[in-house]
């Protein structure tokens, strides 16, 4: 018996481990929400998922922005974040520390650190990839109870 694969047998699989001094910023982003993938097509295997940390500095905001055809689940490691959405960006849902959160398919909406103080950071899931298509923007005044930095 021989250890060689079959010529039609996949490939061996093995985890691949994204250390997190190699977080991969070659990523789409938007305004000063910055996304860094641990788990991605840039830099993995992965063909049908993006995985990875998201940060908002204290008073930073995305621009408007939706994620195309992807679903997308957050979680809050630290911070109080909102999402803005709706007919003029007039809703919002609030976040912290724990809590998930769930973004439908091409909804347009603005993600923001409500302190000026700490910093937001959530991991962010989304499938296939991180694809991010940028909206005209929005002044700062319009986001109710949002304060810039």
């Known amino acids: ?8 047998a996949p490939a061996r699989a093995v ?3 994204t250390r997190a001094t190699d977080l991969s910023d070659q990523t789409n982003q938007s305004g000063d929400c910055v996304r860094r993938s641990g788990v991605s097509p840039q830099h993995t295997p992965a063909t049908k998922i993006w995985f990875g940390r998201v940060s ?3 008073g930073h905001r995305s621009p408007p922005h939706h994620h195309e055809h992807c ?4 979680y809050v490691l630290s911070g109080h974040g909102r999402i803005y959405f709706g007919d003029d960006y007039k809703e919002f849902v609030d ?4 809590d998930f959160v ?8 603005v993600e923001v650190n409500m302190s000026t103080e700490n910093e937001l950071v959530w991991l962010t899931c989304r499938t296939p990839d991180n694809l991010v298509t940028n909206l ?4 700062d005044s319009a986001l109710e ?4 930095k």
Do not use: I, K, S, W
Not at 1 to 8: L, R
Not at 136 to 139: E, N
Not at 145 to 148: D, I, K, P, V
């Open 102 to 109: 769930f973004v439908p398919p091409f909804m347009p909406h």
């Open 71 to 74: 679903e997308t689940g957050g």
């Open 15 to 17: 985890p691949v481990v």
């Open 56 to 58: 908002n500095e204290p």
């Open 145 to 148: 109870g949002f304060r810039a």
């Open 1 to 8: 018996m021989t250890d060689a694969a079959a010529p039609d």
């Open 136 to 139: 005209p923007d929005v002044p």
């Open 95 to 98: 976040l912290y520390e724990g």
